[in-house]
């Protein structure tokens, strides 16, 4: 059964409590979207105000960052559970993970739209949790689905089954309740899905992009 992960990116700190408490007995996690002005030209807040909310939810915080490594601090004092570093303005991978794993999360990796497969290390992929796959342009929301992702997922599936590898993928950025089957069908275990999810009744979405994904 795939996860459906509520996003938040957001610069407003009530925004992210506001969210925090319809997502709470409706799903597991929520995914909190970093942006700081250099990776793209967009910020919201610093990860380290997350901590000040009182939540059940497990938390993953994305870090679309130049050098995500240096963000990691951060993202433990925000209360993170497994933190996730874009790759494209990454200079060491081995160092994030090993990083994230030296706080005691889990730790994944993520690839922009125009980022290949073949751009992550091999010799990390059996310590990372969680392979996300960006289906949009990182940093802005609201933005259309790009089918070039449904091809790195199968590619991320292939390689984890020939290497016994087991890493999650998850699909981040423009789901419709008309692409998730395609979505799920091509190897993704959880899809980060954020405006769409919280527009109207939160209990509502959920339930119909989970009847869409295997309808």
Known sequence: MVEIIPAILTNDIREIEEKFKRAESLAQRVQIDVLDGQFVAN???DPS?????ETDLSL???????????????AVRGGAD????????????????????????????ALDLDSEVSELDPTILNNLDVVLVMSVKAGFGGQKFDPRA????????????????????????GITKENIKEVTKAGADEVAIGRR?????????????RKAAYG
Do not use: Y
């Not at 993953?60 to 951060?74: A, I, S």
């Open 150 to 173: 449904i091809k790195k997922v199968k590619e991320l599936d292939e390689i984890r089954v020939r290497d016994d590898t087991p890493f999650k993928i998850c699909v981040d950025g």
């Open 60 to 74: 993953d915080f994305h870090l679309m960052t130049k050098e995500p490594v240096d963000w990691v601090e951060r």
């Open 197 to 209: 999810i919280f527009e109207g009744d939160l209990a509502q979405n959920l339930e119909s992009f």
């Open 82 to 109: 497994r933190i996730i570093g874009q790759i494209e303005q990454m200079a060491n991978q081995v160092e994030f993970v090993g990083k994230v794993a030296e706080v005691g999360l889990s730790v994944g990796l």
């Open 43 to 45: 910020r919201t807040v």
């Open 49 to 53: 105000f997350v901590g000040n909310i």
